[in-house]
């Protein structure tokens, strides 16, 4: 089954951009009708979704976000990636990415998370 | 916004017993809710979409309804691995997540 799996520093500076990695096992990127998405939890705080990206590279993200988020996708390594610019210590949080299905309904898309990463601890300071 | 407020934040039960958690949320969804099980450490698993629809795999303990503003993930029988944390989460308009539920013993 598909398994994904979050790498990249578990420290960033404040201001720097943080940027992290998921790479997807068991299956191919590419194949069935996917986002792949970055969702994040500070500690002790709720889940935050990030934003996604498709296979042919179109993104969607959150709109209180948006203006320092990347994603982006590289099928050929079976992978997908954020940056997040200008961080502060508001972005410390263990991030987790996620296969994205999108389902049309009838007034809007039913999108739900399965499988999910484990998740990486991303800390903000110098 | 759709503002998700999911009730209430912490619970103690016990094996067996049924629990029910949840999830308000502002304005109507119709049915475009998930719930989802975290356990520290790990990765956090899908348990209902749709509002109901139970995912593949998971135990028949597990049951989701409603629509519109009001939403219930019931445990039928509170099981020794049942305890972890539950979120709700909305596709209506963008997605956004409850704050949890933590059923502790």
């Known amino acids: 089954q598909v398994q994904l799996q979050e790498s990249g520093p578990g420290l960033v500076k404040p201001s720097q951009t943080l940027s992290l990695t998921c790479t997807v096992s068991g299956g191919s990127i590419s194949s069935g009708n996917y986002y792949w998405s970055w969702i994040r939890q500070p500690a002790g705080k709720g889940l935050e979704w990030i934003g996604r990206v498709s296979i042919s590279g179109g993104t969607f993200y959150n709109p209180s976000l948006k203006s320092r988020v990347t994603v982006s996708i590289d099928t050929s390594k079976n992978q997908f990636s954020l940056k997040l610019s200008s961080v502060t210590a508001a972005d410390t949080a263990v991030y987790y990415c996620a296969r994205e299905a999108a389902i049309t309904g009838t007034t809007s898309m039913y999108n739900w998370f399965d499988p999910w990463g484990q998740g990486t601890l991303v800390t903000v300071s110098s | 916004d759709i503002q998700v407020t999911q009730s209430p934040s912490s619970l103690s039960a016990s094996v067996g017993d049924r629990v029910t958690i949840t999830c308000r949320a502002s304005p109507s969804i119709s049915n475009f809710l998930n719930w989802y099980q975290h356990k520290p450490g790990k990765a956090p698993k899908l348990l209902i979409y749709?509002?109901?629809s139970l995912q593949s795999g998971v135990p028949s303990r597990f049951s989701g309804s409603g629509s519109g503003t009001d939403f219930t993930l019931t445990i039928s029988s509170l099981q020794p691995e049942d305890f972890a944390t539950y979120y709700c989460?909305?596709?209506?308009?963008?997605?956004?997540f409850g704050g949890g539920t933590k059923v502790e013993i």
């Open positions: 989460q909305q596709s209506y308009i963008t997605i956004t």
């Open positions: 749709a509002a109901s």
